[in-house]
Structures are given as structure tokens and as C-alpha cells.
């Protein structure tokens, strides 16, 4: 465990260092900007302006960046100090570059969803103090949250009424119009610790049990104290644009996207989604594996080969059930449709679901989306003028119609084969749809209507798949579904297509512009929903991820997310790949598969 650190402390505007007696080094704290002597030690900082300029050893970065940040309509948030994400109050005691971080960027969308959940919770505490909050999935554009009993285990939800949710948003509206600040303070692990079981925040100190040395950032926001792995707003007056919705029996917190920082997104239905993530909320909390605590405790005791096995279970069960849907679905379905976000473990779900269809007395044949492609000269481009190989017309469909239509006349075709090498279409193999035979088709845009319009409904079934994470680092930070992908791909990435962090988190945000336009739009079209994440998932992939985060180097600009995606793994104990099947999804990405990929 850590020394107990100390706080970093301001004087007239100058940073002051902490001095660790217990050090054998020791370095005098600097003197107050107002009373260093002349010639005293400098840094240079080249700002965004491409300038590069000397400022006083210690000066906050918002003074720095106040010399040369361009006009914009939206606050800055935080600052991006020699390529990682931190507060504008942190002093600058090395040169490097900083730039400011504004609220339209994907860093600031996610501080700000981070600082309006902090709002939130302390709301919560001011008008229901014999309750806790605990925010869980993501739904709708916002945050899913439950108010529970404070004492003891999650149990029995404590149904809030529209009156009650209304109460709790003039509550934040009036904490965000006080333009509260919220101050962050750097303590030693063993500190925090301590800070937090005397708050009565049992699970943060819990989880923070296994955080690695170092030190931990504790905010506050009036009497409200918090952690977060992430940087917060410096004050409340810039999330002003939020909304509460009563999703009985708690209540949905809506936010606005980065590149709208001022509106709230239009509401889409997500009946489906909710059911399903209702039903594995609900399974997690019977079995009591709510938090990374719970897990890391598990590991330590040897206990968690069981709890991987009924993960496992659970995954084979879900799919059992879907091949029963087919099978006895009233339509008779002769296509599978199965679509999903990046790194969902849809091949790997095809392929256990193929095995589930043949137990059902089925010849499932399994064609990708991908070999449709059209020749990679034809691909269309983006606004960038790059390649969009995510869109649409990027599939040769009309080719793919006519083989679809040949297939259900029970003809012999000869499928497409794309070579990704050359980046156009060869000769694949043949295949006929006889009586037994039923087609899956595996691909991004599967759900897509205008991907087979002229094939009649009732002959097809369509299936989503998604991780949808389940398991809370604490009771108020949520584990992002859209983390744990890019985790997978990473390791995916660097194992199988010689791709490092660098060019995977690079890639990512275009991807997940694809993903909204083509993926997310489609998602409550499916018949059935797939949820392929599995709780122990991270704990299994960080021994092969950390490695290949800790080659991003400084000076490179996705350095930032490497740093976050780092401390974010940082809270879990590392999983042996032995414990996981070799039939799991997780193979797809971690490497020793039953399967032939």
C-alpha cells in the first residue's frame, strides 16, 4: 500500500510542493510567484497557437492557457498537459505542450457527463439522505440510476415517483446556476481510504483497496465528497444542459453529445434494450457481482474459476434460447441476421450459435457481410475523403440480393470472397440452402431495411449483438460498454492484425461515428438481443492489454487516452487466461479458441 500522500496546496496563485519527510530527497517547497526572486526557474510551453513561451515554474494552466487560447463558444473544461488529460489548476513544473479542452470535445463530453453525475449524487444526498444513488447502465443518451436503502447491500429498489425525479432535477438546476466550484485534492491511497469509510462510502473504499500505489483524487462539491477516474469540471456553471426522465422504478439522467454540447439528443425507443438489460441487472444482483470489489475479491480467493463457469453458463444458456426462438418462431425463418457494434464477439456468436442451430437438428450457413464488399476502388469516401469502408454502399448489394434470392430458390451460388490484401472480390465457395439448411449472415449493417428490402420479413430473424457491461467500478462510476470494446480491440488488434494502441485508439473515433450512423440506429429493430459481455471480462484482458497501452509514448497525442485506459485498469486484479474457456467469446480476442477464425 502507499504512503499517505499529501495534499498539493496553492499560495497566492503558485503551486507548492508536497514534502515527503519520509524521503530521502528532499526538495524545499517553491517560493510564491509574488516573492520568487528574479530570474527564477522558468518552463516553456508551447501552446495552440504554436507558440512556444516561459512561464514561472508552478503556474496554473489555465493562467498559461489564458495567453494564447483561441476565442470559442464552448468552456474549457480541463487542459491536455504534455499529451494527458488534466485539471486547469494543475501547476506546470516541465516543459511541454498544453492546450485547453473544451466542452464539444469527446474529453470534454466525458467530464462533463463525470461533473453532472457528481451534481447529481449530491442532490440525491441533500433530498434523500436515507438513501444512495447508484448509477448503472447507459440508455437513451444518459445514465439509468436506482436510489437504494444506505444501509447494507443493494437490495430492493426504492420506486421514485415524477414528483420526486422533478424535485431532484431543481435540485441540480440550483447547485449549476450557483456556480459551485469543485475542488479536487490529492491524497495517498491509505488516506483516501480512510476519508471515504468515514463518508459513509464504503464502496469506494473497497475498490480502492486495489488501486495501485500512488495517489488518489478525492473532489468536493459542497459538503458532497466523491471519486472518479477521470478529470471533473472546475466549477458546476457549465453543465447546464441536462434532463431527468422517470424509467420506473428510477429514472434516466439525459445529457447532450459532444459535438451538440447545448442540446438534449431526440428520444429514440429502446423498449427492447431495456428489458434486456433489466434481465441481466437483474441476474448480477442475485448473484451480488455489482462492483470490481466484488471481483477482485473473488480472485484473490481462489473462488473465481465458479463465478467465470457461471458466466460462461449464462452466455450458452441465452444462446440455447435464441435457437429455440428460431425453431419455434411461427414465421419458420430461413435467415439469421446478426449485427453489432465493433468488438462484440459476433463471429464468435455465430459460431456458437451455428453448434445450438445443429442441436436443433439445423446445417447453418454462415456468410459475412464483409466478403461483399465492393472493390476497394469503388469504396466510397468520407467527409475526410478516406476510405468509408463502415458505410453502407460500401457492400456490393444488388450482388448481394440476387445471391440471397438464388439461395432461398434452393439454387447452387457461388459466395464472394473479398481479398483484403488486393482489396477486391475472388471466387468463394459454393453453397445451397436445402431443407435443413438455414442462412446466418453476419455483419454490420444486418439490421439495416435497405440491406435485403425485397425479401419478405417473415423469412428473416434478426439478432443484435452488444457487451452490454454490467459491472460498476463503484456505485457511481459506470463501467462504459463502449471501454471494454475498444479494450478488446486493442488486444485483438496488436494480437491478429499488427496494429498497436496507437493506430487502435486513433481508428476509434471514427469508428464509433460509423457505429452511430449505421449500427445504433438499427438496434430495436432486432427480434432478440444478444448481450455478450462477461463480467470477468477486463480482469481477463488487462494482462494482455496493459503491455501494449504501456508502448504508447509520451509525445504521441493518443498518449491521453493510453493514460486513462491505464488507471482504468489500474482497479482490477489481473485474471489468468487459463481460467477462461477455450470456448469463450473472450478467445476471439485474447487467442486460444476452439474455434477457427
Not at 502507499?2 to 499560495?11: C, D
Not at 469543485?182 to 480502492?208: N, P, Q, S, T, W
Not at 447545448?262 to 437483474?282: C, F, N, S, W
Not at 467469446?585 to 487467442?591: A, C, M, P, S, V
Amino acid at each position: 500500500m502507499a504512503k499517505r500522500g499529501r495534499r498539493n496546496t496553492f499560495k497566492n496563485g503558485a503551486f507548492v510542493p508536497p514534502v515527503d519527510k519520509g524521503s530521502a530527497k528532499k526538495e524545499a517547497p517553491a517560493p510564491p510567484r509574488d516573492k520568487r526572486p528574479s530570474g527564477g526557474r522558468k518552463v516553456r510551453i508551447t501552446l495552440s497557437d504554436g507558440s512556444t513561451r516561459p512561464f514561472d515554474w508552478g503556474t496554473p494552466a489555465n493562467v498559461a492557457l489564458a495567453a494564447a487560447e483561441p476565442v470559442s463558444d464552448y468552456p474549457v473544461v480541463a487542459a491536455r498537459f504534455r499529451n494527458k488529460v488534466t485539471s486547469l489548476t494543475r501547476p506546470l513544473d516541465k516543459n511541454g505542450t498544453l492546450e485547453a479542452i473544451h466542452l464539444d470535445s469527446t474529453d470534454g463530453g466525458m467530464i462533463y457527463r463525470r461533473s453532472l453525475s457528481f451534481v447529481l449524487i449530491r442532490a440525491v444526498a441533500e433530498l434523500f439522505p436515507g438513501l444512495r444513488i447508484y448509477i448503472n447502465h447507459s440508455i437513451n443518451k444518459g445514465y439509468y440510476a436506482e436510489l437504494y436503502q444506505k444501509q447494507g447491500v443493494l437490495g430492493d429498489v426504492v420506486a421514485l415517483s415524477e414528483k420526486d425525479v422533478q424535485a431532484i432535477a431543481r435540485r441540480m438546476r440550483a447547485i449549476v446556476a450557483a456556480d459551485e466550484p469543485i475542488v479536487r485534492e490529492e491524497y495517498g491511497v491509505e488516506k483516501a481510504i480512510e476519508i471515504f469509510r468515514k463518508a459513509g462510502h464504503l464502496d469506494k473504499a473497497e475498490v480502492l483497496k486495489y488501486a495501485p500505489p500512488g495517489t488518489v483524487s478525492v473532489y468536493r462539491l459542497g459538503g458532497e465528497i466523491n471519486h472518479f477516474y477521470g478529470q471533473l469540471a472546475p466549477t458546476t456553471g457549465s453543465l447546464k444542459v441536462f434532463e431527468l426522465v422517470l424509467e420506473h422504478p428510477g429514472f434516466v439522467l439525459r445529457f447532450p453529445e459532444p459535438s451538440r454540447p447545448y442540446e438534449i439528443p431526440a428520444h429514440q425507443p429502446y423498449g427492447k434494450m431495456r428489458d434486456v438489460l433489466r434481465e441481466y441487472e437483474q441476474w448480477m444482483r442475485v448473484l451480488s457481482w455489482r462492483t470490481v470489489a466484488q471481483l477482485n475479491a473473488l480472485i484473490d480467493s481462489n473462488r473465481v474459476r465458479e463465478y467465470v463457469l457461471i458466466a460462461e453458463a449464462l452466455h450458452e444458456k441465452r444462446l440455447a434460447g435464441i435457437a429455440d426462438t428460431i425453431k419455434n418462431h411461427p414465421r419458420k425463418p430461413r435467415i439469421i441476421l446478426l449485427s453489432g457494434p465493433s468488438s462484440s464477439g459476433k463471429t464468435t456468436t455465430v459460431k456458437r450459435l451455428a453448434i445450438q442451430l445443429r442441436v436443433l437438428g439445423y446445417r447453418p450457413v454462415v456468410i459475412g457481410l464483409d466478403d461483399f464488399f465492393v472493390n476497394r476502388e469503388d469504396t466510397p469516401k468520407d467527409e475526410h475523403g478516406e476510405f468509408d469502408f463502415e458505410s453502407l454502399h460500401a457492400i456490393n448489394i444488388p450482388r448481394l440480393q440476387e445471391c440471397i434470392r438464388q439461395l432461398l430458390r434452393g439454387d447452387q451460388v457461388v459466395v464472394p470472397k473479398f481479398n483484403f490484401q488486393e482489396g477486391r472480390s475472388v471466387e468463394g465457395e459454393k453453397h445451397q440452402l436445402g431443407e435443413k439448411e438455414i442462412l446466418i449472415l453476419e455483419g454490420i449493417h444486418a439490421l439495416n431495411d435497405d440491406l435485403l428490402p425485397t425479401i419478405p420479413d417473415g423469412l428473416k430473424f434478426k439478432i443484435y449483438a452488444s457487451p452490454l457491461t454490467h459491472l460498476n467500478i463503484d456505485d457511481h462510476n459506470r463501467i462504459s460498454s463502449s471501454d471494454a470494446r475498444l479494450i478488446r480491440r486493442m488486444v485483438r488488434d496488436f494480437n491478429y492484425r499488427g496494429y498497436d494502441a496507437v493506430d487502435t485508439i486513433k481508428r476509434w473515433p471514427s469508428v464509433r461515428r460509423g457505429e452511430q450512423k449505421n449500427i445504433f440506429p438499427y438496434q430495436e429493430n432486432a427480434d432478440v438481443i444478444f448481450n455478450s459481455a462477461l463480467p470477468y471480462e477486463l480482469s481477463a484482458l488487462k494482462p494482455y492489454a496493459l503491455p501494449v497501452l504501456n508502448r504508447v509514448k509520451q509525445t504521441a497525442p493518443e498518449y491521453a487516452e493510453a493514460a486513462r485506459l491505464i488507471k482504468f485498469l489500474g482497479y482490477f486484479r489481473s485474471l489468468k487466461s487459463e481460467y477462461v474457456p477455450r470456448h469463450s467469446l473472450l478467445r476471439e480476442f485474447i487467442g486460444g479458441s476452439c474455434f477457427t477464425y
